[in-house]
């Protein structure tokens, strides 16, 4: 199976890792200023393993522009760029015309980067995914259990969900790495309404610092429900649903407070740390995604008061 991966970032090289356990045979489809480094190969750290033990990832493809995919068999091709990188440029009508029929796995988590995917590359070679997994740059301040710098990834209970025509190739192809995975009937039914609670959240717990402790204190969880509920309804006018009991349950903030207990005992990393520097670097993203929920709700009438003040708490470059 030919693989290309595009982004060789925390994502991409998790699952090119893993599809190359799997037997695939990977390329990377990056910058050129990030060749030679991808060229090196990359170290991993499983968090399931205690210690963790580095695994190395090289041998792979690299190829920096569209054109040069061209003229290859690419079984799959897997988008692993932020919301923003994916409409930076042509690059990506580029690819769709270089690849022929490949499978191509959309993973972007904002309200709108669904239409404006597909109507670049047709719908027929989509397969929905959302990454269920963590992985950082490792170590964390304060970590000493790795080696050597690389990045460390763990699989939470619950795989990776994948939906389409041709979903079933992908999750055998990713189980046959051992990366979790598995086929539903639609992704896109849950997705929008959980990075709506996610995004909520993640506004509060920035203007808290990133301190669980902090967000629990004053009208902060309050906001972030009813930010939740807002883009939950938005999201919900725009694709004609409603979201899932469970994820209007689980959006509440006592739920939330049980959850984030939980996951002090569970997740073997320092969640706080992890957030922080995880969604600052991705926080032109998160902005991106909360203000088209201000523009649609706007747009459909809908309250947006609770989702604009949320906005005001996430910093952007």
Not at 116 to 140: C, K, M, N, Q, W
Request: aromatic share 10%.
């Amino acid at each position: 199976m030919r693989v290309l991966i595009v982004g060789a970032g925390p994502v991409g090289q998790v699952f090119g890792h893993h599809l190359a356990l799997g037997g695939a045979e990977v390329t990377f489809l990056i910058k050129p200023a990030y060749a030679e480094d991808c060229r090196r190969g990359f170290t991993l750290y499983a968090l399931d393993r205690k210690p963790p033990q580095p695994h190395r990832f090289a041998g792979f493809g690299v190829i920096t522009a569209p054109s040069a995919a061209a003229g290859v068999p690419w079984d799959h091709i897997y988008i692993t760029v932020s919301s923003t990188a994916l409409r930076a440029g042509t690059w990506l009508a580029e690819l769709a015309a270089a690849t022929g029929d490949a499978t191509i796995v959309f993973l972007q988590p904002n309200l709108d980067d669904r239409t404006f995917f597909t109507s670049i590359v047709e719908p027929r070679r989509v397969v929905d995914g959302t990454i269920a997994f963590i992985v950082y740059h490792a170590p964390l301040p304060g970590e000493t259990r790795f080696a050597e710098p690389g990045m460390a990834y763990w699989f939470p209970p619950g795989p990776s969900p994948f939906s389409g025509e041709r979903a079933t190739d992908v999750v055998r192809a990713l189980r046959s790495g051992k990366l979790p995975a598995r086929r539903v009937r639609d992704v896109t039914a849950a997705a929008p309404f959980q990075t709506a609670v996610l995004y909520a959240y993640l506004a509060a717990l920035e203007d808290a610092g990133w301190s669980f402790a902090e967000l629990r204190r004053g009208d902060r969880m309050r906001l972030a429900g009813r930010g939740a509920a807002q883009a939950m309804a938005i999201a919900g006018h725009q694709i004609a649903r409603r979201a899932p009991w469970r994820i209007r349950l689980a959006a509440r903030p006592f739920v939330i407070r049980i959850v984030l207990r939980l996951a002090r005992r569970i997740v073997p990393l320092d969640l706080e740390t992890y957030l922080g520097i995880h969604f600052r670097k991705l926080a032109d993203q998160t902005q991106a995604g909360i203000q088209s929920y201000v523009a649609h709700g706007r747009t459909a009438g809908l309250p947006v008061d609770a989702i604009e003040q949320l906005a005001g708490f996430v910093e952007t470059a």
